[in-house]
């Protein structure tokens, strides 16, 4: 039986599916990794190599994934985004600063 060379393959219809713009946190890196957490989801490895050099943990990185024609081909272009990192710093602060408490005089716990 003659295959059709025209028709999608299951694994080339999940490739174009994560194409598109994501934005990576840098939870942490080392010498050849980097955690990155995926669009606010979920923390995972990728080699550092992926990772701008002069980025550092807490910068929020914009990440386009394109999918070529027939899902041969997938280009990945990674650069830091300062608007986010502000973001993402500034909504941090502002967590702290509801979690901490202007009545609390610091000092030991008392049980």
């Given at each position: ?18 194409g ?27 080699p550092?190599a ?10 929020v ?10 899902g ?10 300062p608007?986010?990192?502000?973001a993402?710093?500034d909504?941090s ?11 609390d ?7």
């Amino acid at each position: 039986m003659a295959k059709n060379s025209n028709a999608k393959r299951p694994d080339q219809a999940a490739a174009v599916d994560r194409g598109g713009r994501h934005a990576w946190a840098i939870d942490r890196l080392e010498e050849g990794t980097a955690s990155v957490e995926h669009d606010g989801d979920r923390v995972f490895h990728v080699p550092r190599a992926l990772i701008p050099i002069h980025a550092r943990e807490g910068d929020v990185l914009d990440v386009r994934i394109t999918i070529g024609a027939g899902g041969e081909l997938v280009t990945t272009s990674v650069r830091i985004d300062p608007a986010a990192t502000r973001a993402a710093n500034d909504a941090s602060a502002l967590q702290v600063k509801r979690v901490s408490r202007a009545d609390d005089p610091g000092g030991d716990i008392v049980l």
